[in-house]
DNA sequence: CCTATAATCTAACAATCATTTGATTTTTGG
DNA sequence: CCAAAAATCAAATGATTGTTAGATTATAGG
């Protein structure tokens, strides 16, 4: 049979990557591991030597999406701006990213309740891969209330300190992210507006609801 | 083994209710006809006397969510109030919708996706089922993009009105209407804003980012 | 009361899929 | 160049699941 000569050594994040292709096509149940080894030239089998299996897989597709788009926001948030134009920057930010990944922004999105759906109660044997992947489940949710934080202190401090009108931090911060994180589902590259000009007019929109 | 005497006669009705809750929880794929069948106290199998397929049992969940939501929309519509107070009452029938059924309200985010999945090329033998769905699905998308034109076109006319600041209005819609959407991710009947409550803030916060 | 129809059930099937096992091939450090 | 480690593969397994077939039970009209 000869396996293929070429393109040996897949790395870890190619893999990742085209897992979050197929999800953002399929959506996780639909998603099969023979699905995401054929997206890199893989068997099925090959892709356990990478990952231990579909749920971390699924798992790590999160992680990576979600520490990047943290990792800019932090950069901002550390930043001495007034809060509208910390927020400004925030949005674009957020939605940039989006709309830059709309793969992995769509997981973030979709895949959330397929990571809480995955069965951990059996007293099957691998009980060290159960603990693990609750323990990391739990850091992700915990790092996605953190995420979600970022927005809210924003819209709190801009309203402390006068920048904005008396809105309901909560609610409006809610209603911020599932806005932009709608735009992974609408978006496509080449359409009307580019993924920046989606930006432009989501931190205009967001600003002029708290009355900048 | 003697059936369960009582509960005779599942309505067609009860059985999409239940469907729309599994669906919610698990998501389609992970739905099984079992999950769907348990839920009304029925076996699997007596699923198929009330439908066609797991395909066209999805397919009803949307069309009747859909439907609900729509009609109230269209008598807003009709009325003779400004552009902000029909966007008002608009954003308000929505949200109010979707925290009321939350189930139906996370299908019509979620479950699209499983929708456009169905495989529908086959040289199988049922072709006038899959005519039908195809059909049937495609006139679901064009209700929806009604759905989402009514907010769009009332936005446009607002602007033309002079009662709205100049945006775009159709990105705007789509900004609003995933702000609607992820409601129905997050709200938890009992928390600390009913669902009339969460509605009230978003008419205030779409009607300031219009300028309002 | 009888019978046709509706509603439900049990049992079985065929397909699909995640995962494991046990090679085989490739790469790399010495 | 060699041997250990890394990456990959083919094949088999066990479990799940949508769906169908063929009874069985309930209901309603005459």
Redesign the pocket.
């Known amino acids: ?5 070429a ?4 790395a870890r994040e190619d893999i990742l990557w085209a897992a979050a292709e197929v999800l953002h096509r399929k959506g996780y149940e639909a ?4 699905d995401i ?1 054929a997206q890199v ?6 892709l ?3 990952f231990k ?3 971390f897989l699924l798992l790590n597709v999160l992680e990576v999406g979600l520490d990047l788009t943290i990792d800019k926001l932090e950069r901002i948030d550390a930043s001495d701006l007034t809060c509208a134009e910390k927020l400004g920057a925030m949005i674009r930010s957020h939605v940039v990213s989006v709309t830059g990944n709309v793969a992995v922004g769509a997981a973030m999105v979709f895949e959330i309740r397929a990571l809480l759906n995955v069965s951990v109660g059996g007293r099957n044997g ?1 009980e060290s891969f159960t603990r693990e992947f609750v323990a990391r489940r739990n850091q992700f949710f915990a790092r996605r209330d953190y995420f979600e934080g970022l927005f809210r202190d924003t819209v709190r401090a801009g309203i402390e300190a006068g920048e904005f009108r008396e809105v309901d931090a909560a609610i409006v911060t809610k209603a911020m992210l599932g806005a932009h994180n709608w735009v992974g589902v609408w978006f496509k590259e080449g359409g009307r507006l580019s993924g920046e000009a989606v930006a432009d007019v989501m931190v205009d929109t967001w600003l002029a609801a708290l009355g900048v």
């Open positions: 049979m000869a396996r293929k000569p393109d040996q050594s897949v998603t099969t591991m023979k080894a030239n893989l068997t099925a089998a090959s356990y030597h990478h299996n579909k749920d691998d």
